[in-house]
Structure formats: C-alpha cells, structure tokens
C-alpha cells in the first residue's frame, strides 16, 4: 500500500501571508503512459464533506481560487495557499488515486494566528 | 444539481450488520466509478472500497475485506455498502464520493451518514 505522509499536523498562518502543507508518498503516483500524477489535494471545514481542490498535482478544480496552487511530483507535493483568508481555516489532506487503496495523508489543520 | 445522498446509518451493537446506501441525481451515474470513504470522530479520512461503473472492478481497504460488500444498481442511481461483523472501530461518518471521468479524483462527495457501533 501507498503510505502519504503530510507536515506539518497544523499550523497556524496570519491573514494574508502564505501557508505551506507537504505531503509525501512511499512511492511515486507519476503514471508514466501520461506523465501525470494520481494525486490530490482535499479541504474539510468542520462539519463538511471534504471538497476536491486540486487533481493532477497541480490542476485546480472548477471554481478553486487561485490562491490555491499545487506543485510537485513522483512522491514529494507540496499545496500552498499563497494569501491565507479566514475561510480557509480548515484540514487539508492529500491523496493517491495511483492504486487501490487510495490512501489519503494524515491530515493538516490550518488555523490563522 | 449534482448530488450524493447518503442513508442508512444508524446504532448498531457490536457484531451486528447494516446497508448504507447512496443515491446519485443531477449526473449520468451509470458511467462512473464510485467509493466510500470514512472519517472516525475527530480522525482523518479513510478510503473503504470502491465499484467501477459496471461492477466489473472492485477493491476494498485490507481492514474491511470479508466484511463489508460494496454493490450498485444502476437502474437505481444507487450504491451500496452491506458491512457485518461490525467492531468500534467501525464507527464513523461514512462518505460515498464520485471519481472523477476524467482525472480520477473524488469531485463529489455526498453529506455523509453516521455510524456508531455500541452496545
């Protein structure tokens, strides 16, 4: 199985500066047919259903402000939230849809300072 | 509209069995792969299993092989989790999500419904 691994477990951001969630897998999610990768970046606001922000590593989801931008690939992904605002308070998790099972990271709570 | 509905859950004693279902409106729910995903309180995401659109592949998490059987009817926009031999470590909010045609990821994902194994 695919372990992800995300740092920090939170942090804690002022409004308006930028924040930084890794995540790393155990083996790389780069599909080479395609060169793309299977990996994912989810937000959970307390009480909700987590919400896809961003596929293919970097592809951001319909919708998605661009404040929100994903980077990386093979096994190393970082998700940077370049001006934090109050509603991004929330988990962030990443994901592998490489292979079954499609394991997600830890988790990353995001709290403003 | 786009939308996963979740039902079914509920307490259940230790041992016990129970069906969630989910039904899918607003898409062409028969073309997709679907999964369930699970969020013990106060704990990260878990993925449980996943069905392909015509059934044809399916996977579960080790932890749940044996015990839980995903199933959909696509006549029905439906899907399906018949999980039995529940323990504590079962309660959970339990998520059906959509995998995206063309990238795979979970893009939608339905309110979610709890349940608590206990006696």
């Known amino acids: 199985d695919i372990v992800m691994t995300q740092s920090p477990d939170s942090l804690a951001v002022s409004l308006g500066e930028r924040a930084t969630i890794n995540c790393k897998s155990s083996?790389?999610?780069?599909?080479?047919?395609?060169?793309?990768?299977?990996f994912g970046w989810y937000q959970q606001k307390p009480g909700q259903p987590p919400k896809l922000l961003i596929y293919?590593?970097?592809a951001r989801e319909s919708g998605v402000p661009d404040r929100f931008s994903g980077s990386g690939s093979g096994t190393d992904f970082t998700l940077t939230i370049s001006s934090l605002q109050a509603e991004d308070v929330a988990v962030y998790y990443c994901?592998?849809?490489?292979?079954?099972?499609?394991?997600f990271g830890g988790g990353t709570k995001v709290e403003i300072k | 509209e786009v939308q996963l509905v979740e039902s079914g859950g509920g307490l259940v004693k230790p041992g016990g069995s129970l069906r969630l279902s989910c039904a899918a409106s607003?898409?062409?729910?028969?073309?997709?792969?679907m999964n369930w995903v699970r969020q013990a309180p106060g704990k990260g995401l878990e993925w449980v299993s996943s069905?392909?659109?015509?059934?044809?592949?399916?996977y579960y998490a080790d932890s749940m092989k044996g015990r839980f059987t995903i199933s959909r009817d696509n006549a029905k926009n439906s899907l399906y989790l018949q999980m039995s031999s529940l323990g504590a470590e079962d309660t959970a909010v339990y998520y059906c999500?959509?995998?995206?045609?063309?990238?795979?990821?979970?893009?939608?994902w339905g309110q979610g419904t709890m349940v608590t194994v206990s006696s």
């Open positions: 999500a959509r995998a995206n045609l063309g990238f795979d990821a979970f893009d939608v």
């Open positions: 607003g898409f062409t729910f028969s073309t997709y792969t």
């Open positions: 069905i392909s659109s015509s059934s044809s592949y399916i």
């Open positions: 083996q790389s999610v780069l599909y080479s047919s395609n060169n793309k990768n299977y």
């Open positions: 293919w590593a970097s």
């Open positions: 994901q592998q849809y490489y292979n079954a099972p499609f394991t």
